[in-house]
């Protein structure tokens, strides 16, 4: 079982000397997750990005996907590449220039009318976009005690949904003005996190490091410790068993901003019935997050995170037969619940399987799950779709997802030997935490 969070109010120090505020996690983490809530709400593109393809460049359903499918690979190399220089340089100048970079491209592609023009400015925009992820991830590590790390990746996530609820009708009373408006406004919103981030969490600024922050490393040969550090993230079985499980869940998952949109337009489905469901996501994910929370604590991780990935399995089976906003409504209540125990606990996994000062560099692997996710889920899911059907591609992606689950299950103990060695490290390095704080995978 997983040991009790410390209660709102409680000292307990998440770096020398700083008490925790709220639900016991430090200043530094709120800071962060308002970013991500202001980052979050402001993610207007990529959700509708297929459905801009098709009705503004005019690009065939094919197209779009395969298009889509470029901001995916970029973000492939940026997750690796970026996780390295977070270890190497540290976790805020890669989040600006993830920021910066990320408002900069955003505001050329609507300029980009032809597939050939879009093909390299999604992909440098994939690049830019996911860059920063790995540092955001290791950084929440960094400040938060390990016994309260899930707890954080659950409140951090929560903002995402609360933001994702959110961010829909901003973008759909956006694209009534000018769909150019939706990426114009994304843009700013970049300018804006990177610029508060960049002023309240300053490497050694007014919060400072926690005991479990490891600063980025200053030896003569940083490239030959980077490329060490990469292959034993690459060659941690344990590791790379969830990396792989979670990246064929989350395939299936983004079908939700990838094909979904496509299905449900086909039928004569209005694009104001996606953005409804995608609103309904979110206001569930933030009305339940914070109370399921508190169940999920209680459970085995690798338990939570098998019943998660099932549950979110028979509501893509609800989308088989899927033909009206009712049912789809149904269907996205079923995987929504599902989804509470997912991508946080798998958060959470990460940062407990992972060395202290190779934190980076695994939250970079794993953000193969989502980078490598956006490249093959609009391909997969769009080749499918246009050859066999949406029905033969709700039930091939509920099969995959269900054997996800049992795969989960069938490697939990080798996961768990690893974080209970890695727990003897963190013990040593902040002067707490013994192994059975980070509770049984």
Request: with cysteine.
């Amino acid at each position: 079982m997983t040991a009790r969070v410390p209660r709102r109010g409680a000292q307990r120090s998440a770096r020398g000397g700083e008490g925790r505020d709220l639900l016991g996690l430090p200043q530094a983490f709120w800071v962060i997750w308002l970013g991500v809530l202001v980052l979050w709400t402001g993610r207007f593109v990529v959700p509708f990005l297929s459905t801009y393809l098709v009705s503004g460049p005019g690009l065939s359903v094919q197209q779009a996907t395969m298009a889509v499918s470029m901001y995916g690979a970029g973000g492939v190399v940026a997750t690796l590449v970026g996780g390295m220089l977070s270890d190497r340089i540290g976790r805020l100048p890669v989040l600006m220039a993830s920021f910066v970079g990320s408002a900069a491209l955003l505001l050329a592609i609507p300029s980009a009318t032809t597939l050939s023009a879009l093909v390299p400015v999604l992909l440098a925009y994939g690049f830019a976009g996911q860059l920063g992820g790995p540092a955001l991830s290791a950084m929440v590590a960094d400040r938060v005690a390990p016994d309260a790390r899930q707890r954080a990746f659950v409140m951090q996530v929560w903002a995402m949904n609360l933001g994702f609820a959110l961010g829909p009708v901003i973008a759909v009373r956006l694209e009534r003005i000018s769909f150019t408006l939706i990426f114009v406004v994304e843009a700013a919103v970049c300018v804006v996190v990177a610029v508060f981030l960049g002023a309240t969490l300053r490497e050694r600024g007014r919060f400072g490091n926690a005991p479990w922050a490891v600063p980025a490393t200053t030896e003569a040969t940083p490239r030959l410790r980077a490329l060490a550090g990469f292959a034993g993230a690459v060659t941690d079985r344990a590791f790379v068993t969830l990396v792989a499980l979670m990246l064929v869940f989350t395939v299936a998952y983004l079908q939700s901003t990838s094909t979904l949109p496509l299905v449900m337009t086909s039928q004569g489905l209005s694009l104001d019935s996606y953005a409804a469901l995608l609103t309904l996501n979110g206001v569930l994910l933030c009305a339940l997050q914070v109370p399921a929370m508190r169940v999920i604590e209680r459970v085995p991780p690798s338990v939570a995170l098998a019943v998660g990935v099932g549950v979110t399995a028979l509501g893509f089976v609800v989308q088989v037969f899927a033909d009206s906003p009712r049912t789809y409504a149904i269907a996205v209540i079923t995987w929504t619940i599902g989804e509470l125990a997912t991508f946080p606990v798998a958060s959470a996994m990460v940062a407990a399987l992972a060395p202290a000062r190779l934190r980076g560099t695994y939250q970079g692997v794993y953000g193969i799950v989502w980078s490598g996710a956006h490249a093959l889920a609009p391909m997969l899911g769009g080749f499918v779709l246009a050859h066999a059907g949406a029905r033969v591609m709700w039930s091939g992606f509920a099969t995959a997802v269900a054997a996800v689950a049992v795969g989960l299950l069938l490697t939990a103990r080798s996961r768990q030997a690893v974080v209970e060695r890695r727990a003897v490290d963190e013990a040593a390095l902040g002067g707490k935490a013994p192994p059975a704080a980070i509770g049984a995978l």
